[in-house]
């Protein structure tokens, strides 16, 4: 089972890898092969990656909801997920070498830095004892999904003179990210209420996420009200997206608190 | 005149509340990163707080005053302005809320031993006071050995008379009359038996870390601390919280010189000098709960509710802003 799950681990990132490099190619060359070879490589990738979730229930016993590795899995499955039905729906596939990227650094940062989480049965402590995990952490995932989907567009939009990329859809697609990230919030808070009695600490996670929340706040209210459009509102987006990663990363890296275990 | 409108304005509009929104993000990452424990609770940063929450009340009071005419220019868009007044209203709330708190709420800590009763009233103030009694702590634990669940098993008495039992777990607080108790922390008291300085055989419950001095001899004993699941590979601390191999760690002091320390079992006994001896027979726990009540908390639970039910609707149950809607921003009050 340990063997197992490097195995798929390792399969993971070279697939979301080939999907980018293919994407890039494809895109840069105009050669529709590279580009079907490349969307192939992606769902063999998210097959691997629902893959990776069933082994990894089966190692721990339980939802793997718990520790970064877990969610990193979780995190990639949704974006990936997004992003198809998004080169579906939109019959474009511009954006496919940056969103597969961003996933494939992702699978990338579970091999370097979550060593050794995937494989080891490590049960819940009693504080993660609570369907309020369930929900925060997948609205969390499906938030952070959105987030990178959006980055991964709005890196394309700015990279390129022509693009059928609109600020349309990448507003879209925050707005659902920002309602998914307000919701993960509420429930973290009803959750921190009920296993440590408050709601509200101003621990480095909650702070990080507010601040995040913020960001993508502003963009919503700057892209409506005062129509801030185009490159400056991609900035944002992207700067928004810098801001997730840190969340994720950098709080559980860098700073300590009630959420450094996750 | 003129100013105080001037004044009412900066303060209700939209774009102050976003270079609110701005300052607080701000300073939250500056604080977090370098005065995590302080900065938070800093006036400045409070201050912050209650000029956004009096900007989101005059700027959702004014979209609630406008919302009617608002609604018949543009009908169809009824259900977005709804959430949208929903979302903020219910951030309002929220800030309401931790005002509350901030000005009424009262928290404190409660260690029980088994048996021990405590009066809440002598930690938080009480219109009607009541005692809490701990019947029972239990820790039970995974197949590994790490603790799976801490259980106090509580009495809540009146005057004596029993009101409610209950057990309190991490995640599953009592509620008693708007008092909440959470499962917090535990801890370990060692039972110890000496001869004391008046000749007589002790039985005392010592707190870790704290001295006792038997009856003939000049050499002293600090009860050091209690482990679980002793490994002399992992030193002083327990291998698993598991108490497969307990043990009590504990030093001899001659001189206030440390000249020795050990790892005793329950019941075994241990010759502090010549014919004194200790013994360490059990350990007792006791319970440490997080104690609160905080009379903000309905007003953040519907803010809470309200703010999640708004975002929906605001912005993924309405359509995408098409042709339809380009009138609406048209008119756009940036005031
Ligand atoms: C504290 C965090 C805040 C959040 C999360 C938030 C969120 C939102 C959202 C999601 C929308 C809908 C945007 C859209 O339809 O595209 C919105 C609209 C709006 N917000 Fe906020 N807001 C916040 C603070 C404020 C503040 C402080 C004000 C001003 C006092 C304000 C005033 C408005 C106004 C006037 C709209 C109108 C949008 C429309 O006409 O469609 N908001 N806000």
Known sequence: MKLLITVIIYALFIAYLLGAVLYFIGNKSGKKQALSTASLMVKIGLVLNIAALIVRTMIAGRLPLANSGEFTLWFTVVTVALYLYYEAKAKMREAGGAVMLISALLVGSIIVLMKGQLGEATPLMPALKSPWLTIHVLTAAVAYACFALAAGLAIMQLAKAETKITDEIIHRIVAGGFVMLSLTIVFGAVWAEQAWGSYWSWDPKETWALITWIIYALYLHLHRRLGWKGKTASKMVIAGFVLVLFTFFGVNYLLSGLHSYA | ??????????????????????????????????????????????????????????????????????????????????????????????????????????????????????????????????????????????????????????????????????????????????????????????????????????????????????????????????????????????????????????????????????????????????????????????????????????????????????????????????KKTESIDSNREMR
């Open chain 2, 1 to 322: 005149m003129e100013i105080l409108k001037k004044v009412y304005r900066y303060l209700s509009s939209m774009k102050t509340g976003l270079v609110l929104l701005v300052l607080v993000g701000s300073a939250a990452a500056v604080g977090s990163a370098f005065l995590p424990d302080v900065f938070f609770n800093t006036w400045l940063f409070k201050l912050l707080l209650i000029i956004l929450s009096v900007n989101m009340v005059l700027c959702t009071a004014n979209r609630f005053i406008l919302l009617k005419s608002r609604l018949k220019k543009n009908r169809n868009k009824w259900f977005r302005e709804i959430g949208n007044l929903l979302l903020h209203a219910g951030i309002v709330f929220i800030l309401a809320g931790l005002l509350v708190y901030a000005f009424y709420g009262q928290n404190g800590q409660i260690a029980i031993r088994t048996g021990d009763t405590v009066d809440v009233s002598q930690i938080i103030a009480l219109k009607e006071p009541f005692s809490l009694r701990l019947d029972d702590f239990k820790v039970e634990y995974n197949e590994d050995g790490s603790p799976s669940q801490y259980n106090s098993y509580v009495t809540v008495l009146e005057s004596g008379i029993t009101k409610d039992d209950a057990v309190i777990s991490v995640n599953h607080p009592l509620n008693y009359r708007g008092v909440k108790f959470y499962q917090q922390s535990y801890g370990y008291l060692i039972k110890t038996k000496y001869t004391n300085d008046t000749g007589s055989e002790v039985e005392e419950l010592i707190k870790e870390g704290n001295f006792i001095k038997p009856e003939g001899t000049e050499r002293t004993v600090k009860v050091f601390r209690y482990i679980p699941n002793f490994d002399p590979n992992h030193g002083m601390v327990t291998k698993t919280m598991r108490p497969d191999n307990p043990r009590i760690i504990f030093s001899v002091y001659e001189d206030k010189q440390l000249i020795g320390v050990g790892a005793a079992q329950f019941d075994e006994r241990v010759e502090i000098d010549e014919n004194v001896y200790v013994v360490f027979p059990a350990v007792e726990p006791y319970t440490i709960l997080k104690v609160k009540s905080d009379p903000g908390l309905p007003l953040a639970f519907w803010g809470g509710g309200m703010f999640m039910i708004g975002v929906t609707m605001a912005l993924l149950a309405a359509p995408s802003q098409g």
